[in-house]
């Protein structure tokens, strides 16, 4: 009996699951969105006429995890900016839960770590949700086809939080740079560990 | 002079008895022999690390579940997924000034897709995750958030009387 029960809420929560998470798949084409920068100005991929594709990152001022992937996250917009694929960071944590994710200390954060790409408020959390953003950091890199963005990439950074240095799996970087040879990435998918993204309640 | 040297051995004598906690540092295959554990027992194994927010909340109801368990049929084993080089700076502090005394491995291989998998196909590498099995019963429950003491109570309780 106990047996069937837990069947049934196991099955019943997939369906929830489902429902709920109506997100991005590799090869989807993503839906673009308008989301105020830390310069108050509203900012939509749109707006980057040049760019053939974007690395973007779900990311928080306070979690330890994405703190590590900090300076890696500048360095993919270093490498990759000129080459048309520019870093997009964006906030989507629930400030109620985590006052150090409001707009005002992203303001902060973005201006005193001198981050060379937009850092974008997620207030609603609607763009996480829709990219089926988990933790952060968690990032999806996409790739303009037929004048539409397509999901390409999604996943972790690397596989050594530690140490850049020690990461001999750069997912990210391998992925754009097999984009810019005209190639989809040999690894589309990774899981992404990090700090669970603040949902609101 | 004497009540010095006295006052000192004490100091380290309560220095080493609070630092029993010892955190064992497992590898990738340290935890697939830990997940094939082939005893007929039910396994806890809770995925967290003291980084992580929700995961530290849970643990003091972790600890009474722990304390209220009757360890001939339940075993509990704590996964830190903390950043290895910072195990002395933050874990270790942690676990000393919470004085939890459950068992607590530290995972060192950080390449986490090599291995999220085998705790769980479906698992999305987030924590606080809590894994229950029994191997010989062919037993493997997975909850992929985080859970509090009834609903671990009960969860145990069930998986028990299967």
């Known amino acids: 009996m106990k047996k069937k029960t837990l069947f049934f809420a ?29 310069d108050n ?16 990152v779900f990311t928080s001022n306070t979690c330890p995890f994405a703190n590590k992937y900090e300076s890696r996250i500048k360095m993919l917009d270093k490498e990759f900016k000129g080459k048309n694929y520019p870093v997009i960071a964006i906030g989507s944590n629930d400030v109620g839960i985590n006052p150090g994710d409001s707009f005002e200390e992203m303001q902060k954060k973005s201006k005193d770590d001198s981050f060379t790409f937009p850092y974008l408020h997620d207030e609603t959390q609607e763009i996480a949700k829709n990219f089926g953003a988990t933790n952060t950091p968690h990032v999806f890199v996409v790739a303009k086809e037929n004048n539409q963005m397509v999901l390409k990439y999604m996943g972790a950074i690397d596989n050594n939080v530690d140490d850049a240095s020690k990461a001999d799996k750069k997912y990210v970087a391998d992925a754009v740079n097999s984009l810019l040879d005209g190639k989809n990435p040999a690894v589309s998918s990774t899981k992404a560990i ?8 | 002079m004497k009540n010095l040297l006295v006052f000192i051995t004490l100091s380290f004598m309560t220095f080493n008895l609070s630092s029993a906690q010892e955190v064992r540092k497992i590898s990738k295959s340290d935890l697939s022999e830990i997940l094939n554990n082939p005893t007929h027992k039910l396994h806890v194994i809770n995925f967290w690390a003291s980084w992580c927010g929700p995961c530290v909340s849970e643990l003091p109801e972790f600890q009474q579940v722990v304390n209220n368990s009757d360890s001939s049929k339940v075993d509990f084993l704590f996964i830190s997924l903390d950043f290895p080089s910072e195990a002395d700076k933050k874990l270790l502090p942690f676990l000393k000034k919470s004085g939890y005394n459950f068992n607590v491995a530290l995972i060192t291989d950080i390449d986490y897709n090599s291995w999220i998998e085998m705790v769980d196909p479906n698992w999305q590498g987030n924590i606080p995750s809590t894994l229950f099995y029994n191997n010989p019963e062919k037993l493997h429950y997975f909850i992929s958030e985080p859970i509090n003491k009834e609903r671990l109570t009960s969860t145990i309780d069930s998986l028990l009387t299967k």
């Open chain 1, 10 to 38: 196991v099955i019943l929560s997939l369906v929830l699951i489902s429902s709920l998470q109506a997100q991005y798949k590799i090869g989807d084409v993503i839906t673009d969105f308008s989301l105020k920068n830390v």
């Open chain 1, 41 to 56: 100005k509203m900012v939509s991929l749109s707006q980057f006429k040049t760019a053939k594709g974007f690395i973007i």
């Open chain 1, 194 to 201: 990090g700090c669970g993204i603040k949902w609101k309640k």
